[in-house]
């Protein structure tokens, strides 16, 4: 690996284009990946969610959950994080947040068409921040579906600012996403599930086959004493949350999401996310029960609003 910064040149960066990508999906994949993320896990008649992997009560095609469009930001990159003028260490990279934001609901299977771009770097010193953006759109449509924005944090990939002030590109508005402030009251819901200990090798099958989170001796190489869960799993499971509690059941509600990963988790462990309501915002935090450890935190804004609840 070079020395931090050595080869980095962020004009260079800034100037690469991504190649457009196509990708389709199946009912079979959306149910996979509900199932990755605990759909039913505690009960596979839960009339919330059956709706994911079944087509209950005759409806036609099953309910696809919002954090589905997650997979899209992975298969959108067929090579990564590979950009000239930029070197790092890929075992140094880390998953900071995730941000998504769904233009209408998704259709059980589709054929998509991704458009990449990057739209932030960030010089912190002793890491870089990137964060791409891809949006989705429905191949016969043409529609928009959503737009994911990834941010990464590369450790040991900063210090390539060449003046005095620390370079800092950003290619949205700066309140597009509203900053996360966790509420000192008592939550308005907490909602308890246990991640299964195979949880892991079944949200890989959704495509993340970063072996970090499958092979004892890599997770023990990264610092871990057994492969851990992928934070994009975890996000899952905090939406399905949401869903359930705040939402009544309709993943429909869902308008944008937002995450910062914070800890790992490791499969098998109880993951219990708290909620608060703020008008049509709703801020959670979810943690690990058994270390007492927060996790993941965020917000999920909604489309409407029940004021019954």
């Known amino acids: 690996m070079a020395e931090a910064g050595s080869e980095t040149d962020p004009q260079l960066i800034l100037s690469h ?8 999906y199946t009912e079979r994949d959306a149910a996979l990946y509900a199932l990755g993320i605990g ?12 709706k994911y992997v079944y087509h209950e009560n005759g409806q036609q095609f099953i309910k696809v959950l919002p954090t589905f469009a997650a997979l899209f930001s992975l298969q959108a990159l067929p090579e990564k994080l590979h950009f000239p ?11 900071g947040q995730q941000y998504i934001e769904l233009y209408k609901p998704f259709p059980s299977s589709a054929h998509l068409q991704h458009k990449v771009s990057l739209a932030g770097l960030h010089d912190k ?3 870089a921040v990137l964060e791409v953006e891809t949006k989705s759109f429905d191949q016969a449509s043409g529609e928009l579906l959503c737009m994911n924005r990834m941010t990464v944090y590369l450790r040991g990939a900063g210090g390539f600012s060449k003046s005095s ?3 800092s590109y950003s290619n949205y508005p700066p309140n597009q996403v509203q900053a996360v402030k966790i509420p000192k009251d008592r939550p308005f819901s907490v909602f308890e599930d246990c ?7 079944l ?11 499958s092979d004892p001796m890599i997770a023990k190489v990264a610092g871990f004493s057994r492969p851990i869960l992928h934070g994009l799993c975890t996000l899952g499971f905090a939406v399905r949350a949401v869903i359930k509690c705040i939402c009544k059941g309709d993943p429909d509600m869902v308008k944008s999401i937002s995450g910062r990963f914070l800890l790992h988790v490791y499969p098998g462990e109880t993951l219990a996310t708290e909620m608060w309501v703020e008008g049509s915002r709703v801020i959670y935090q979810t943690r690990v029960k058994e270390r007492n450890r927060i996790v993941l935190s965020g917000s999920v804004e909604l489309h409407r609003w029940t004021s019954s609840l």
Do not use: I, M
């Not at 003028?85 to 998953?95: A, E, I, K, V």
């Not at 991640?195 to 090798?201: D, E, G, I, R, Y």
């Open 17 to 24: 284009r991504f190649p457009e990508t196509a990708f389709a």
């Open 85 to 95: 003028g930029l070197q790092y260490d890929p075992r140094l990279l880390l998953h």
């Open 125 to 127: 010193g002793k890491a």
């Open 203 to 213: 949200y890989r099958l959704s495509g993340d086959y970063n072996p970090l989170h």
């Open 165 to 167: 002030q620390p370079f």
């Open 195 to 201: 991640t299964q200990p195979s949880q892991a090798l």
């Open 39 to 50: 759909a039913c896990g505690r009960d596979p008649l839960d009339a919330d969610e059956l």
